[in-house]
């Protein structure tokens, strides 16, 4: 039997919430590439479902995976949000290789005995075992569809090298206000280098997002409509009735795309509220010491090299985060594989 394959991408956000924390899953079919795209639209996704008005800082903890996260792309966004105001600081940690079992390892884990207990013979059967999986309750979201971000910052990047060696980064204001620069260093605890930063955007995207276009070649969907008759008796009655639904609503839904359908700007995607400057930001101070221990025979700070960078001056502000009413959001997006659905129709013949 053929198996419609599906990929979960989960995301905790650390919030003041009576359960300290805000869980969604994204959930797509393969229909679009598993790269760098698909981390910023769910970025941008993710910061719209913050029920508050935004904080000054936004502390992003992600896995250490080049294609998707570890990229040009993801730093340069990063920038644009603090150059449009919505945050007055990015910062991107990632975890060493070996070690980067986080809480977000849980919430997958669950998942998986979810599946094991109760099975998903379709795709809403999937979403159910998601949502039910964690506490607090899961947010279950369908990729629907994906801007292409890529190709519309790709003429404002500067081209950089080694950048895959550090393990710290912070995008800030330039000391005058009119450019962002980076910063990186190896582990937290070690200083900020370079002193005056890095300026990774040549100039800011003014032209408007356009749409990726789906493909659903990699699923083989005719393929598994023909298999499904097969196995109608074994399935429960409303599966049926859900896989009927999938391919004559679902999937033609998904599978839209037109080239001249209205284009979006940054602002029209990020309906969150920006950054209310009349929040005060406290100093926050590294708790990380055991871990910078761990790695003190490391301590070499790597060297990122910019294409035609030009250097900015940068002051250092004495407010490292913001502690208060409102925590900073912390995203922890890490990705793994569910296949589903995860009863007879998975087994492949």
Known sequence: MWRLQSHITGVLIHTDSSWGKQVLAFVDLYQYPHDSNLTINILIRTL???EKPLPPVLYLQLDYCFRENKNKFVM???????????FSKVRINFLPVGHTHEDVDQFFSRISEGLRKNGAETFYELQSVITKSFTPNPKAILVEHLLDVKNWMIPHIQE????TEPHCFRLTQSHCGENIVMHYRQWSGQAWIPETGIQILTSIPINDLQFCEPSFEKLDLPRLQQDLPKWRDWLKPHSNIEWQEFFSIELPRLSHFNQNEQSLSIQDILICRPLDPNMVQTEHTEANLLLFEMFEAEESQP?????HTTEVDHHE???LGYFGSEL???VWLITCSVLSPLSMLCQQE
């Open 160 to 163: 950089i090298h080694g950048h």
């Open 328 to 330: 900073c959001a912390v």
């Open 76 to 86: 340069a966004f990063c920038a644009l949000l603090v150059k449009f105001k919505f």
């Open 303 to 307: 060297h990122l090299n910019i294409s």
């Open 48 to 50: 719209n479902e913050l």
């Open 317 to 319: 502000g004495t407010a």
